[in-house]
Nanobody, 125 residues
């Protein structure tokens, strides 16, 4: 089992910055592929950024060049630095951890996904 807790959301003006954090507990953090998703009202949840256990990253086109995902395996944390925020970035942001296919931790076999409870980000003047 993996527990994920997000923090760092809030209200920010357009052009501002926020840094989201995801604290993990309960398992071997370094083996999980991690990601940030977001869901705006009336829209489907979408991938914002992802980082593999090996450190490879990918971003949604809409956030490329503005957001940076990172992870600290020793501290079991993941971050999303969000710069130049826009009103369309307003959403609930979720931390995601995926146990890779072929990997087993206890009774859980990958692929298996865990989710945090979400943190609200509102970009408005």
């Amino acid at each position: 089992q993996v527990q994920l807790v997000e923090s760092g959301g809030g209200l920010v003006q357009p052009g501002g910055s926020l840094r989201l954090s995801c604290a993990a507990s309960g398992s071997i953090f370094s083996i999980y592929n991690m990601g940030w998703y977001r869901q705006a009202p009336g829209k489907q949840r979408e991938l914002v950024a992802a980082i593999t256990y090996g450190g490879s990253t990918n971003y949604a086109d809409s956030v490329m060049g503005r957001f940076t995902i990172s992870r600290d395996n020793a501290k079991m944390t993941m971050h999303l630095q969000m710069n130049d925020l826009k009103p369309e970035d307003t959403a609930v942001y979720y931390c995601n951890a995926v146990l890779p296919a072929g990997v087993r931790v206890g009774d859980v076999r990958g692929p298996f996904a865990y989710w945090g409870q979400g943190t609200q980000v509102t970009v408005s003047s």
